[in-house]
């Protein structure tokens, strides 16, 4: 995801690292990477691959910037090594805010909500609607699907410490308070998210419509999903969205 912005900024050389967890290689990502244009790939990933970047090992050369998204770990590694190497930002937890006009089946909108929730027990998964019903609805829908779900702990406590459902008067009070929040990842659930676009103004990636998830954007679709938390889509520029 970040090759291609830095081939297009005219990086000489782009090297990869990547987890391999129990030493299984994943091919796809390997031929993902060959498409894009990487380098050289090193299987490790963690704290230890942004350790291993910025100051160089037998095996590992120092670059001059890491950029890229990870857990809290990465995210703390990459503070630590700013000024020795350049980073692109401090990103994550992950964050998905849905806006949603209440005429979306709401086990759609749980998966949607569960799509980050997974990713970490510190993600964030908001849902706003001026539909109180559905609000209600999308609830049971969350409590049905849960015990369903390979990684099911995880969004447990994402879902009871972080996640939130929020009634709203109608879309345009949905978009002031997303404005806010400035999300990492927007959905614009609703009938004309092309009208109600012109109504947001922070956010790093948004996906419209009801068939546009946000998953999407994580594993098919743009050039780049390095993008802005914590409210950082407020003034720093993203190069991903839909």
Same mark, same amino acid.
């Given at each position: 995801?970040?090759?291609?912005?830095?081939?297009?900024?005219?990086?000489?050389?782009?090297?990869?690292?990547?987890?391999?967890?129990?030493?299984?290689?994943?091919?796809?990502?390997?031929?993902?990477?060959?498409?894009?244009?990487?380098?050289?790939?090193?299987?490790?990933?963690?704290? !230890?691959?942004?350790?291993?970047?910025?100051?160089?090992? !037998?095996?590992? $050369?120092?670059?001059?910037?890491?950029?890229?998204?990870?857990?809290?770990?990465?995210?703390?590694?990459?503070?630590?090594?700013?000024?020795?190497?350049?980073?692109?930002?401090?990103?994550?937890? #992950?964050?998905?805010?849905?806006?949603?006009?209440?005429?979306?089946?709401?086990?759609?909108?749980?998966?949607?909500?569960?799509? !980050? *929730?997974?990713?970490?027990? !510190?993600?964030?998964?908001?849902?706003?609607?001026?539909?109180? =019903?559905?609000?209600?609805?999308?609830?049971?829908?969350?409590?049905? /699907?849960?015990?369903?779900?390979?990684? *099911?702990?995880?969004?447990?406590?994402?879902?009871? =410490?972080?996640?939130? /459902?929020?009634?709203?008067?109608?879309? #345009?009070?949905?978009?002031?308070?997303?404005?806010?929040?400035? $999300?990492?990842?927007?959905? /614009?659930?609703?009938?004309? $998210?092309?009208?109600?676009?012109?109504?947001?103004?922070?956010?790093?990636?948004?996906?419209?419509?009801?068939?546009?998830?946000?998953?999407?954007?994580?594993?098919?679709?743009?050039?780049?999903?390095?993008?802005?938390?914590?409210?950082?889509?407020?003034?720093?520029?993203?190069?991903?969205?839909?």
């Amino acid at each position: 995801m970040n090759a291609i912005p830095a081939k297009v900024a005219g990086v000489g050389e782009v090297i990869m690292v990547v987890p391999t967890p129990d030493g299984v290689v994943n091919e796809l990502v390997l031929a993902a990477a060959a498409i894009a244009g990487v380098d050289r790939v090193f299987c490790v990933g963690g704290a !230890q691959a942004v350790g291993a970047l910025a100051y160089g090992t !037998q095996t590992i $050369p120092a670059v001059d910037k890491i950029v890229g998204p990870g857990n809290i770990f990465v995210a703390t590694a990459k503070r630590e090594v700013f000024g020795t190497v350049g980073i692109d930002m401090i990103a994550g937890p #992950s964050e998905i805010l849905v806006i949603c006009d209440g005429k979306t089946d709401p086990d759609w909108i749980a998966m949607d909500l569960f799509s !980050q *929730a997974e990713h970490d027990e !510190q993600a964030q998964s908001i849902l706003i609607s001026p539909d109180a =019903d559905f609000l209600d609805a999308v609830e049971a829908s969350i409590n049905k /699907l849960l015990p369903t779900m390979e990684r *099911a702990g995880i969004i447990a406590t994402s879902m009871t =410490d972080r996640a939130a /459902l929020i009634h709203v008067a109608d879309l #345009s009070e949905a978009a002031r308070v997303s404005n806010r929040i400035a $999300p990492e990842h927007l959905e /614009l659930s609703v009938e004309d $998210p092309e009208n109600l676009v012109d109504e947001i103004r922070h956010a790093g990636a948004i996906f419209m419509g009801r068939y546009t998830a946000e998953a999407l954007g994580d594993y098919c679709a743009g050039p780049n999903h390095v993008l802005p938390t914590s409210g950082d889509g407020a003034f720093l520029l993203s190069s991903g969205g839909l």
